[in-house]
């Protein structure tokens, strides 16, 4: 999806950074200031090899994605990565695949500079970040990150653990570059079951349309699936510690798979008896396919 009257370029002028400043606020209804990343930082990491892109609507930032130089080792040496700390788009642009642009600039600039890899974290528990980050962008993940923030208390991460995958996009890959010319080819759950997935969670819904999870099976499989609650946010507000729960199972699952071998692959939806379904796909990393 392409939006023309969206521009995407770098912060230049200070009242670019002080409006991206403020976005992260509005986004993440910050309750204090210090959750924000400031402008004079933002600029600071922009002359200094890292990324400040906005997405611009006439002169109004309505977006933007931030990140900066790191590394980490692979292969016996450091390698040299942008490490990609936020993205974020007004509500009322939501939906419009602002997101993706940014993202897909951001991948551009990184291999303008000479590198491939961009890391990232996300709540695993966010069904439309995984689906993008997996899905659409080509992303993967081998690592789970338990209390990765601390306690946090803006408006979308206050009250269950800050949990977190570190995905990894590499940005050379025949994975990403199919993602970038064209939207990938969606897998189907059902199909992917008749083939030999295996769904982790057994999972049931109580008097009030929640969903629980009612018994939990090893990770042994090649593929497995394992399902998250398709709109977390919904669920924290009507039951936080049914909420919790599903971030204490899902914690064991996910860091035991990953020690296994494990990688995660893709993400699957669907619709069954009035309710969406959604759910991690992942394949023991020799093996991944997807």
């Avoid at 509500?91 to 500079?113: C, D, E, M, N, V």
Wanted: aromatic share 8%.
């Amino acid at each position: 999806m392409t939006n023309p009257e969206i521009v995407i370029r770098p912060a230049r002028a200070w009242d670019d950074y002080l409006a991206i400043e403020e976005l992260q606020r509005v986004v993440w209804k910050m309750p204090d200031w210090r959750d924000a990343v400031p402008a004079n930082l933002l600029i600071t990491i922009q002359k200094n090899g890292g990324l400040v892109l906005g997405a611009f609507d006439g002169v109004r930032v309505i977006g933007f994605v931030l990140s900066f130089l790191g590394s980490e080792a692979r292969a016996g040496s450091m390698h040299l990565k942008q490490c990609s700390h936020m993205l974020a788009v007004l509500p009322a642009y939501q939906s419009r695949g602002i997101g993706l642009q940014l993202k897909f600039a951001q991948r551009a600039r990184t291999l303008a500079q000479e590198l491939d890899l961009i890391t990232w974290t996300f709540d695993p528990l966010q069904a439309l970040n995984a689906q993008l980050n997996l899905w659409r962008l080509g992303a993967t993940a081998r690592q789970y990150i338990a209390d990765a923030y601390g306690e946090m208390s803006d408006g979308l991460n206050a009250g269950v653990t800050s949990d977190r995958f570190q995905v990894e996009w590499d940005l050379n890959s025949p994975r990403v570059k199919r993602a970038v010319e064209a939207e990938p080819p969606r897998a189907q759950w059902d199909a992917l079951v008749q083939a030999g997935a295996r769904e982790i969670f057994s999972v049931e819904w109580d008097a009030r349309g929640l969903p629980r999870v009612a018994a939990t099976r090893a990770c042994e499989e090649e593929m497995v699936l394992i399902e998250i609650p398709a709109r977390i946010t919904d669920l924290k507000a009507a039951d936080l510690d049914l909420a919790r729960d599903w971030r204490t199972q899902t914690r064991a699952v996910f860091a035991d798979a990953f020690a296994r071998g494990y990688i995660a692959a893709d993400f699957v939806s669907r619709e069954r008896a009035g309710a969406r379904r959604t759910a991690y796909v992942l394949q023991r990393a020799g093996n991944a396919t997807l």
